[in-house]
T-cell receptor, first 115, second 111 residues
Framework: EAQVTQNPRYLITVTGKKLTVTCSQNMNHEYMSWYRQDPGLGLRQIYYSMNVEVTDKGDVPEGYKVSRKEKRNFPLILESPSPNQTSLYFCASSPLRAGSGTEAFFGQGTRLTVV | DQQVKQNSPSLSVQEGRISILNCDYT??????FLWYKKYPAEGPTFLISISSIKDKNEDGRFTVFLNKSAKHLSLHIVPSQPGDSAVYFCAAINYGQNFVFGPGTRLSVLP
């Protein structure tokens, strides 16, 4: 079954304690990205990756890091989480565009609370 | 400044009637548009899309209309069913790869 898997689904942490949210896809997609969803703001892109070892900032990258050492994995790293990073996070993957466009597949989401 | 706008945070429709969800965009470089549906505690799932070279795309009960001159697209659901109750996100892609999402519209279909 084609899927994007995020872990953990729920996480409560304290300010400043480093954490990693994992994301894995089994569709051999080149493109992966991270979004955060906040009320009234929709889905805002944090970071994206076009392929292995190729990453770039999205609209709201501050306070986040990513890595893409393997095609299937794209972890999101919060080196020093702060309360304003409390949010619902989604990982997505898609094949690189060919022609008119393509859809993205999303993970189930990770609800992060930073206290 | 939001490039993709969904000005109605919520919409309620009676079962069997038509649901119309609207989306406006500001970037004329967008060339592909998508609608995603999201249930609570799940990730968004792809619903329907349209290329900028078309003005209509239909898939069963779902039709997306694109008016490029007005930078406006809409999603029509006919007939609406209670299972359609969800948050709907409009998304746009420019000639690159990145998706830009709107803030979402919560649709409630009342039995």
């Amino acid at each position: 079954e084609a899927q994007v898997t995020q872990n953990p689904r729920y996480l409560i942490t304290v300010t400043g304690k480093k954490l990693t949210v994992t994301c894995s896809q089994n569709m051999n997609h080149e493109y992966m990205s991270w979004y955060r969803q906040d009320p009234g703001l929709g889905l805002r892109q944090i970071y994206y990756s076009m392929n292995v070892e190729v990453t770039d900032k999205g609209d709201v990258p501050e306070g986040y890091k990513v890595s893409r050492k393997e095609k299937r994995n794209f972890p999101l790293i919060l080196e020093s989480p702060s309360p304003n990073q409390t949010s619902l996070y989604f990982c997505a993957s898609s094949p690189l565009r060919a022609g008119s466009g393509t859809e993205a597949f999303f993970g189930q989401g990770t609800r992060l609370t930073v206290v | 400044d939001q490039q993709v706008k969904q000005n109605s945070p919520s919409l309620s429709v009676q079962e069997g009637r038509i649901s119309i969800l609207n989306c406006d965009y500001t970037n004329s470089m967008f060339d592909y548009f998508l609608w995603y549906k999201k249930y609570p505690a799940e990730g968004p799932t792809f619903l329907i899309s349209i290329s900028s070279i078309k003005d209509k795309n239909e898939d069963g009960r779902f039709t997306v209309f694109l008016n490029k001159s007005a930078k406006h697209l809409s999603l029509h659901i006919v007939p609406s069913q209670p299972g359609d109750s969800a948050v709907y996100f409009c998304a746009a892609i420019n000639y690159g790869q990145n998706f830009v999402f709107g803030p979402g519209t919560r649709l409630s279909v009342l039995p």
